[in-house]
Every structure is written in structure tokens, then in C-alpha cells.
């Protein structure tokens, strides 16, 4: 554990604003722990560059990547998706605004 301390706690990044950029907690929980793993082995988060994160944690530096609008996300799901494949919760397509790249 790191002795590095974030005085706002679990209050920061808000639920309530976060919900604003990504519309459903599911939906929020899947993408934070997406780009989580993507920043645990790229060892960057994008805001790294602008000054530095808040958290220190991997998740904590996702959900500050989505509440800066550094993250775009587009979820797919389609009833004829869910028909042709029934054991998917559709797909995702994340990227970091400083990577050309798509997750």
C-alpha cells in the first residue's frame, strides 16, 4: 500500500459527475476496470502528463481519465448482437485520448 493519501477518499471522482460522461454504473465499473488494466501495463495514465493524478490507485487514475473526458467509450449492443451472440453483454471500444489506439 502506498503511503501517498488522497484527503478526499472514496467522495473523489464523484459517482454523481462520472455519471454524467458514462450513463449506467455497469457500464462505468466496466470501463474503469478496462482501462485500469490497460494503465497497470502501459504503467502511464494519461493525465500524467497534464500534472499529475489525484489517486494513485489504477482504477482511481481510469475513473479521473473518464471524469476529464479523456476516455471515449462506445458500447455496442444491439438486439440482433444479442441474438446471433447470447453469451456476450455486447462489446466496447475504449480509447485514451493520448493513444491512437482502440481497446
Not at 35 to 54: V, W
Not at 70 to 84: G, H, S
Amino acid at each position: 500500500m502506498s503511503t501517498k493519501e488522497n484527503p478526499d477518499g472514496l467522495r473523489y471522482p464523484s459517482i454523481d459527475e462520472l455519471l454524467t460522461k458514462i450513463d449506467s454504473k455497469y457500464k462505468l465499473a466496466y470501463t474503469a476496470a478496462k482501462r485500469a488494466k490497460i494503465i497497470d501495463a502501459e504503467g502511464h495514465s494519461s493525465l500524467e502528463d497534464e500534472g499529475g493524478n489525484k489517486c494513485y490507485t489504477s482504477v482511481g487514475k481510469a475513473l479521473e481519465e473518464i471524469q476529464a473526458d479523456k476516455i471515449q467509450v462506445e458500447f455496442k449492443d444491439t438486439a440482433e448482437d444479442a441474438l446471433t451472440h447470447q453469451n456476450t453483454f455486447g462489446t466496447s471500444e475504449i480509447s485514451a485520448e493520448s493513444e491512437d489506439q482502440d481497446y
